[in-house]
């Protein structure tokens, strides 16, 4: 493996391009190139610094004798509410285990009993515990870890620190588009325009950069988690679909110095840990689905008029939460002693670009793992800790297909329209970094939303926030992590059904995929 930063001009051919460095992007590049091929990995942060490490669920796969593949299958499409690509949850539930197991043959260690056998965490929405996690709730921080150590011991793997990625080289004909590389800034001084961008050439391109959930004002995710993939995707011709189905985290830290925002995950609930509202009044089942209880929260807090409600973790040993409890801590509060004022945040957005099976998109050569990525596997609804199992199904699936490409054979070349000026990612003055579009988007497509409410985002300068607000305006029900304070039953006539953005950017259609 050889790194080198993204400051200068250059010219590099690979056979696959992996742009990001979460799960999904590192297992992809390893799996890459363990079957042979070359691999250039941009990351925007140092290797292990991305929205992955902070990932505190974990991998959710058929591990026990009283688990199944028909019931980890039934769970996800009663989480998904009709609305789940059922060939997509069929992969993810078959091929989960076989990721486990590749993982622990590379060496992770996952959290075990007494007597060695992997210790199954239970999470809201599963019926039975099949969750692997590592160090409790670190499994992101650990995960991140390895696969970063093995990816620098990868000779056949490039890493590029430091690269913003603003354009995909594309071919010159619009009606048939193929991908065949990126041009990169490096990021530094947005007012420095001395530097040059970098062309790195390949037979395809994964992106693989999360997701869009730090958009929103109140978030449990990094500021760079800004859906700047989907926005290069879809510049380059691969329509985006599901962007109204947003996932928010019920469980998230909310007037605490230092830790607002703080996911704490609901493994911690799968071990007893138990809601309150201001009256200690315990109002909701825990262990439902995630969109049930955000909307519990949500209307406590309306009725209470209270800024958060208590999560009772007291009587949970702290040792099986390690950082959990220790980020409190450093923060004050003592969760072995004290309630935690919670209250949900944007965390997870389910839609992305559209991808078969196999990651590939509409544009050839141009794949998309993890949250970048809408397979339908997730539906209305991402059940618990699906996402990261998904990171590994599919970002393998992606490797193998993209070795698949055919070479490049001087093909013409431009970069895209960039949907972002290099020296915009980090401006206040941007579309990017515009706090009224981090808080409309809270404020008109949060948990509740209205057709008034989403009509005034039409008019906003970020042009993702246009397509979901478009996307939620086009689906008039409520259904999943999508609820319409005006439309608020569930359309039967859409089960199934997915609103997706066309690359002229204009044009929504409802699709059915199989």
Known sequence: MSSAGASGGGHADVDVVVVGAGA?????????????????????????????????????????????????????????????????????????????????????????????????????????????????????????????????????????????VCGLLTDRDPTHPRCHGVVCWPIGDPSDLRSVGRTVTARAVVLSTGGAAALWSRTTNPPGSIGQGLLLGHAAGAPLADLEFVQFHPTAVIGVEGREGFLITEAI???????????????????????????AIQTRLRETGERSVSLDMRKIDPGLFPNVVGALREAGLDPTRELVPVAPAAHYTIGGIVTDLHAR??????????????????????????????CFVFGRR??????????????????????????????????????????????????????????SLLEDPHPLARMVARSALERKESRGTHMRTDHPDRDARLDGRHVVVGSAGEDLDWQAWE
């Open 398 to 455: 992606a490797a193998l297909a993209a070795l698949e490409e055919p070479p490049l054979a001087g093909a013409a070349s431009k970069p895209t329209p960039t949907p972002i000026a290099p020296t915009d990612w980090r401006s206040e003055g941007s579309p990017i970094g515009r706090r009224d579009t981090r808080t409309a988007l809270w404020e008109h497509a949060g948990i509740e939303r209205s057709a008034e409410g989403l009509t």
């Open 24 to 164: 999904a992007g590192l297992y992809a590049a390893l799996c890459a190139a363990r079957e042979g091929g070359s691999v250039a990995l941009l990351s925007a942060t140092a290797l292990a610094q991305t929205a992955s490490y902070w990932a505190q669920g974990g991998l959710a796969a058929v591990l026990s004798t009283d688990d199944s593949t028909e019931l980890h299958l039934n769970d996800t499409e009663r989480a998904g509410r009709g609305a789940v690509r059922r060939s997509a949850a069929e992969v993810l539930v078959k091929e989960a285990p076989d990721c486990v197991r590749d993982l622990e043959q590379l060496g992770f260690h996952f959290d075990a009993d007494r007597r060695g056998r992997l210790a199954l965490g239970l999470e809201g929405g599963h019926s039975v515990r099949r969750i692997v996690h590592a160090g409790g709730s670190a499994t992101g921080r650990r995960l991140l870890r390895e696969l970063s150590a093995l990816v620098v011991e990868q000779e056949r793997v490039h890493v590029i620190e430091g690269a913003r």
């Open 269 to 295: 609930r799968g071990e007893g840990a138990t809601l309150h509202d201001s009256t200690g009044e315990r109002f909701v089942d825990e262990l439902a689905p995630r969109d049930e209880v955000s909307r």
């Open 361 to 390: 998109s509409a544009v050839t050569g141009l794949y998309a793992v993890g949250e970048t990525a809408c397979t339908g596997l997730h539906g209305a609804n991402r059940l618990a800790s699906n996402s990261l199992s998904e």
